[in-house]
């Protein structure tokens, strides 16, 4: 500093103080210059590199954060469609209203004019929309979710009518299932955020949901929109559409038999069943009782159900404190149990003991391996020991079945003959055909949730040091495993189908939001379990069960059904003892037609009452339903009837017109139409008919004919019809002027006695009436 | 006044004589040479850019607010026609005609400062008495920023030889200080009053003030500064949120941290190349203030970081040549108002952008040239004027 100084003292000696102010002015002008000039510059420069380019992108991002409102654009979810484009669930564009405290404390609107408003336009609370509004640091209160377009557009006329600020509708979909509880279990549902949650809503959820688009809109402050806009538009992509497997129709029919089944039989805890193409897999109907309705999923359904848990809920007022904190617990698990319950498909979800049905495929195996033929014979005197089991295995008929050939031995369901064919497969070989038949793995149906069952280990079956014969033996009549019912419905359509395993599915196709197909489901052909031959005999064998063996009751007149019936222990079943309950499942395969199978139905009831009457057993109890269902499907599916035979009296007619004709001409119409006839009064020319013509009768019934005598038109009441033959039913309806349309068993054995009638007894019916009566034959017990 | 006529002769080592050769104070502007073309250019090119960042910028909210999007710009364009009118005319005259009324000059700013504090004539907005109408809207404290700098060449000249002394070279100009400051604080005016101390600071340091009274307000300053961030509950409350706020600009962004978390996203959201001129988010009722006190902000985003840099170098090298003008000037007084004014100038952009980028705690400084003018950009300009005509007075002697 001193150096400095003495330096400018010696350069500023010889100025004048005025020059040396002048020269103090240039210096510290410089100063300023280099001060405010440049270095305040760099300073500047410096600050704005560090926000601009070093934390630009935090800024950035701040900034759209700050600028932009996000508005989501919901992606249309896919159409759900049954195989002939009815719709099966179906998405809507439905509106939130919601409202922002925010704003309305802001623009000083009237509170009290929003929320009565609101609440008699959408049938909520004032005094909650009231409370909501006082919420004013949010700007986003839903008032009322869904509401459907003419609501939306008076919530819209009220918000203009008054000019108001702070309410609106912002867009949302719905997803309605226009068939409510039909395919429940297959369809699925849809939870919130457009997220499919149980069946082909979830399997298929990535397809159905598309992508939900959204618009990034830059907004000025306080909600103005910018002149300049800078809006970004991700488009939404709608969902894909399924084109599925499922016929409306007879997802119908197999459902109202399963509920007929249900309430005839009293069955507790259920039912299900399906019906396959036995060539493609395809799966026609899918049903599990008791359903529920998609659109109403958090409901439980079942009145009984929802009874107990009311009551339950009831129960809990009369608590307090810890017991109503733990009652309540358990209530509401009750609550998740019973929709867990009646969400579940149990035909791909619940394996259970196959009992007899697997019978076809122990004996296909056999056949197939040549270890059996048709023409050996088996023995069976009521129960068989088998190597390394002390208890003999017990047939259902404890009399026996005396000596029977392989296909009476199928027909008669006999245990100890399968024991025997299982035995001599061998246990190697019989495991490889149940992994041949894909009854360890899952078939690989498009639903979730599948199970792959409870196969037994092949140690068990292969293992004769340890266990001997004795696992083997009962295996081979389908006991001790459990399977699904699609492993045992695919492995028999493979069977019968010229021995294809198929993949089951559901989804037919599946279609771009265009329409377009994206992809087309085709057959999936596994394996080929058995020999196309094997197979025709097979089918023969099958035939021969309803014919001539246990599952008379699914015979229908015109078609040639084939099937299996099974009767299973619920043997993971315990009562609360520990003991095992002697619930039972009874089920039954049809395959119709048998000379060219195409469909495949299996039917299960879940725990038939014992208070029927009738014999708890697939022969009679899931026999009929199959029948039902295919007697109320195949003509519908364009199975012809052929009435050949025996058969062609049961051919229902139509009644000619006879009346004004001569009583030899109406003899002639009539014959011609299968009808006999009977004459009340003495004309000879016919003055009026019972039925009225164009009356569909079964063939081979009586018109009755009024020649100048008046044609009573009066009602009849219809008299009880149950527990009776055939022939006394027809009597006593002959007599009453109605007819008998015989479903079920046309046999006219002893044991062949009426389990249903179509119209109830007492009902008052006019004369003429057909009146379907279901017989069944009660001694097939197996 | 007989400093002020007394004749000297012109040494080799001083171009920087007291007065002009003709002697005494004189309106010629016939003798006058060209005025500095740079500098003119330098101010115009601001001016333009500025006028059409002013459209850009304020577009969105005189749409919003008064209907036409071209509310403000047809406005500032008015003013900057008459600026540069102004401007013009101002560089003919004689700035010494300035040395004979700085005095009332300074006066006059005393007294409408008065005024403004009187509550009733001074009109109140946000919190503050700063603005007066007396025919136009205007904030005194422009016209006593000026009247500083006018009067303190003056004084600095008529002083000169004394002002190392406390009595000359302190005092005087301390009492001025204090009294414009403490009727600025009245108001309050935070801004106004550092501009004006820092401006007066200059101008006593170019006016040959002793160095370590330099070094004690430096050292004052830093104190201060030190004291008020680490206790800003120490300040008048708004003042104090301020400092809070800029610290911190993201504690609070909904209230004292909103304007400039607005003006950082603006700024930031630039990056280098900018979004576009007119595609600025930030104007559309977030960044208030957007085509005044933070038109900068929104250059920024627009222009990105090349054109802030091209913006900031513009101002440079308008205020490097201010000084450059200065230190041509042929008379002390000229020299003391081109330095002063360009001083102002360059405390004004300095402050603006050191406040919208957060550098500084925020304060209410407009950016010359670019914010929304008024009379405050008249009196701008009537300042550029004044540096052009000083400017004149050495191209004269140069020939």
């Known amino acids: ?782 | 006044m007989s400093v002020f006529s007394k004749a000297k002769k012109r040494s080799a080592m001083s171009r920087l004589p007291d007065e002009p050769q003709s002697g005494g104070p004189q309106v010629i502007i016939s003798e006058r040479g060209l005025i500095d073309l740079p500098f003119l250019i330098l101010t115009l090119l601001l001016l333009l850019i500025g006028m059409v960042m002013m459209f850009s910028a304020s577009y969105a909210r005189a749409y919003m607010e008064e209907g036409t999007s071209s509310y403000y710009f047809v406005r500032h364009a008015g003013f900057v026609l008459g600026g540069i009118a102004i401007m013009v005319v101002v560089s003919m005259v004689n700035h010494e005609i300035l040395r004979l009324f700085s005095f009332w000059i300074m006066a006059l700013a005393v007294v409408l400062l008065i005024m403004v504090a009187i509550p009733g004539i001074g009109i109140k907005e946000g919190g503050a008495r700063r603005w007066l109408y007396l025919g136009v809207g205007f904030q005194p404290s422009e016209i006593a920023k000026a009247a500083v700098v006018i009067y303190f060449a003056a004084l600095i000249v008529k002083f000169k030889g004394k002002m190392a002394t406390f009595r000359y070279g302190i005092l005087p100009f301390a009492c001025i200080l204090g009294v414009v400051s403490i009727l600025l604080l009245l108001e309050p005016h935070l801004s106004g009053t550092v501009i004006i101390l820092c401006t007066g600071a200059a101008m006593l340091w170019l006016g040959g003030v002793q160095k370590r009274w330099f070094a004690l307000l430096v050292g004052l300053v830093g104190l201060v500064v030190y004291l008020v961030i680490k206790y800003p509950d120490l300040l008048a409350e708004y003042a104090g949120a301020r400092i809070t706020a800029w610290l911190d600009p993201f504690s609070d962004p909904g209230d004292t941290g909103y304007q400039i978390t607005q003006s950082l996203y603006a700024i930031g959201s630039g990056g280098l190349p900018g979004l576009g001129l007119g595609k600025s988010r930030q104007k559309y009722l977030y960044l208030p203030e957007e085509h005044n006190d933070y038109i900068f902000s929104i250059i920024c985003e627009e222009l990105g970081f090349i054109g802030a840099m091209v913006i900031l170098l513009l101002f440079a090298l308008l205020i490097i040549r201010g000084y450059w003008i200065a230190m041509r000037a042929t008379d002390r007084f000229g020299a003391l108002l081109a330095a002063g004014f360009t001083t102002l100038l360059a405390l004004q952009v300095f402050f603006n952008i050191g406040v919208v980028t957060n550098f500084l705690p925020a304060t209410g400084i407009s950016l010359p040239f670019f914010s929304y003018g008024g009379t405050a950009l008249l009196i701008q300009m009537a300042e550029m004027g004044v540096i052009l005509s000083v400017s004149r007075q050495n191209k004269a002697k140069l020939k």
């Open chain 1, 1 to 782: 500093m001193s150096i400095f100084r003495k330096r400018k003292q010696t350069t500023t000696a010889n100025l004048t103080s005025d020059q040396q102010a002048n020269v103090t002015v240039l210096r510290r002008c410089l100063v300023l210059m280099g001060l405010l000039g440049v270095v305040a510059f760099v300073v500047l420069a410096m600050q704005l590199y560090q926000v601009m380019i070093v934390d630009h992108d935090m800024y950035e991002r701040m900034a759209i954060n700050n600028q932009t409102r996000s508005t989501p654009v919901s992606a249309s979810r896919g159409t759900i469609y049954d195989r002939n484009m009815n719709v099966l669930a179906i998405s809507a564009s439905v509106n939130n209203v919601f409202i922002s405290p925010n704003e309305i404390a802001q623009k000083e609107q009237d509170i009290d004019l929003i929320a009565n408003g609101l609440a008699q336009l959408l049938d909520v609370d004032a005094d909650n929309i009231r409370e909501m509004a006082q919420d004013t640091s949010m700007y986003y209160k839903v008032v009322k979710r869904q509401i459907d377009e003419s609501l939306s557009e008076q919530v819209r006329d009220f918000i203009n009518t008054y000019e108001l600020s702070g309410v609106y509708l912002e867009p949302d979909t719905k997803r309605y299932y226009p068939s409510s509880t039909l395919a429940a279990q297959v369809l699925g549902f849809v939870g919130s955020e457009n997220r499919g949650l149980e069946g082909l809503e979830a399997k298929y959820d990535a397809n159905l949901q598309g992508n939900a688009g959204k618009i990034v809109t830059t907004r000025g402050n306080s909600g103005s929109e910018m002149l300049y806009r800078f809006e970004t538009y991700y488009e939404a992509s709608d969902g894909d559409s399924l084109v599925t497997t499922l016929d409306s129709t007879v997802q119908y029919f197999l459902e109202k038999n399963l509920e007929q089944a249900v309430e005839q039989y009293d069955v507790q805890n259920g039912a299900f069943g399906l019906v396959m193409d036995v060539n493609t897999g395809a799966v026609l109907a899918m049903a599990n009782l008791s359903s529920y309705d998609p659109n109403h999923y958090g409901e439980v359904y079942d009145e009984e159900v929802k009874q107990a848990l009311a009551e339950e809920r009831a129960q809990l007022e009369s608590l307090s404190g810890e017991a109503y904190d733990a009652a309540y617990q358990d209530y509401l698990q009750s609550v998740n149990n019973a929709l867990f319950a009646q969400w579940r498909n149990s035909c791909v979800s619940d394996a259970y003991e196959p009992g007899s049905t697997f019978k076809i495929i122990t004996m296909a195996a056999a056949l197939e391996e040549g270890v059996i033929s048709l023409n050996d014979t088996f023995h069976c005197n009521g129960n068989i020991k088998v190597f390394g089991r002390n208890q003999p295995i017990s047939c259902w008929k404890t009399a026996g079945h005396g000596t029977q050939t392989t296909a009476e031995a199928l027909g008669n369901s006999c245990n100890p003959a399968l024991a025997t064919i299982g035995i001599a497969l061998g246990g190697e070989k019989f495991y490889d055909y149940i992994q041949a038949f894909g009854l360890t793995s899952t078939t690989g149906i498009d639903l979730p949730g599948e199970s792959s069952g409870v196969m037994l280990d092949e140690s068990y079956l292969t293992e004769y040091d340890i266990y001997g014969y004795s696992s083997l033996a009962v295996a081979a009549f389908g006991q001790t495993f459990e399977i699904t019912p699609i492993q045992l419905v695919r492995a028999i359509s493979a069977v019968v189908n010229g021995g294809y395993l198929v993949e089951p599915y559901v989804v037919a196709e599946i279609l771009d939001s265009n329409g377009q197909v994206v992809s087309a489901h085709e057959t999936k052909v596994t394996n080929q379990v058995i020999s196309e031959q094997t197979s025709d005999i097979m089918r023969e064998l099958i035939l021969g069960v309803v014919e001539n063996g246990t599952a008379k009751n699914a015979k229908i007149a015109g078609y040639s059904i084939g099937g299996k019936t099974g009767t299973s222990e619920k043997v993971s079943e315990v009562d609360e003892f520990g003991v095992m309950t002697e619930d039972k499942i009874v089920s039954f395969v049809g395959i119709c037609p048998m000379d060219d199978p195409q469909y495949i139905c299996l039917v299960a009831l879940d725990t038939p009452s014992r208070e029927t009457g009738l014999y708890i057993s697939g022969g009679q109890m899931a026999a009929p339903t199959v029948r039902n269902v295919f007697a109320d499907i195949l003509p519908y599916l364009g199975v012809e009837p052929d009435y050949s035979g025996e058969d062609a009296n049961a051919m229902d007619v139509q009644v000619p017109y006879v009346t004004d004709q001569s009583l030899m001409e109406a003899e002639t119409l009539l014959a011609q139409a299968n009808l006999s006839y009977t004459v009340v009064g003495y004309g000879d020319t016919v003055t009026g008919q019972i039925p009225t013509a164009g009356a569909t009768i079964p063939g081979g019934s009586a018109v009755v004919l009024y020649c100048d005598a008046e044609v009573p038109y009066d009602y009849v009441t219809v008299p009880s019809l149950t527990g009776l033959s055939s022939v006394e039913v027809n009597n006593l309806l002959t007599n009453l002027g109605l007819y008998l349309k015989i479903i079920g068993n046309t046999d006219t054995s002893y044991s062949v006695i009426s389990t249903h009638q179509s119209v109830e007894a007492g009902t008052s019916v006019e004369r003429g009436t057909v009146i379907e009566v279901e017989f069944t034959d009660t001694s097939l017990m197996e």
